[in-house]
């Protein structure tokens, strides 16, 4: 917990999107309490494990459940939603509660998720040096992101052609489930320091011979 404090107190003078997110905690005493509490429970989920491997797959579960808690306000972010689009957005994962509410509480989660999330991090990084901290969980990333964006594009699609884009990416999305799930479970049981890369990271590496494709979504 003493280092992910320091962690987030190093955002006050870095200049990365994920440490300009921190500093609103630096910024607001409340959020920042909030954000104690809640990163205290994570790091107490870890630190109780007896052995170091468990410690470090513990801290692993924690990242994957950091990056599904992000995954609203990214979504809303990225889709750029507004008018009922948004209202209903909010009503699938809040129900019927005040929708002003609902994105200030949201928007409080992503802060206090995407703080903790930089602290973990730096944690897997810097401190116990696990390899899957690396390409493995951005790749998870980019798995759940596109998981996520299917699921809500599905939920929230009005017109004609929203439709019919849904029905055309609707056979994919099991296969986006299982990619998800099998990354999830290799990734969890990658050693701290591998012989070898991940090999759902080897295929993506850039050569002479390759190029980055779009998703099935349109997005590079």
């Known amino acids: 917990m003493e280092e992910s404090e320091l962690r987030v107190a190093m955002s006050a003078y870095a200049r990365s999107p994920a440490d300009v997110i921190t500093r609103r905690l630096l910024n607001c005493p409340e959020l920042y309490g909030r954000w104690q509490a809640g990163h205290d429970r994570l790091m107490r989920t870890v630190s109780k494990q007896a052995r170091p491997p468990h410690q470090v797959t513990a801290l692993r579960a924690t990242a994957f459940a950091l990056v599904h ?3 609203v306000f990214e979504y809303l972010r990225d889709a750029r939603l507004t008018g ?8 699938l994962f809040y129900g019927c509660r005040d929708y002003t509410n609902a994105v200030l509480a949201e928007h409080s989660s992503y802060v206090c998720c995407s703080s903790s ?5 730096h944690l897997g990084q810097r401190l116990v040096q696990d390899a899957a ?9 980019e798995f759940y992101r596109e998981y996520f964006r299917a699921f809500c594009d ?11 884009a849904v029905q055309l990416h609707a056979a994919f999305r099991p296969l986006l489930k299982l990619r998800l799930n099998e990354a999830r479970q290799a990734i969890l049981a990658l050693p701290q320091t591998p012989e070898k890369e991940w ?13 980055r494709l779009r998703t099935i979504f349109g997005d590079n």
């Open 199 to 211: 090999r759902e990271v080897q295929i993506r590496k850039a050569n002479g011979d390759t190029l």
């Open 84 to 91: 009922s689009k948004r209202r209903r957005l909010f009503g």
């Open 133 to 141: 901290f690396a390409e493995p969980l951005q790749l998870y990333e």
């Open 154 to 164: 599905a939920a929230l699609a009005e017109t004609d052609s929203e439709r019919e």
């Open 69 to 71: 808690r992000r995954a």
């Open 117 to 121: 999330y930089l602290c973990t991090q």
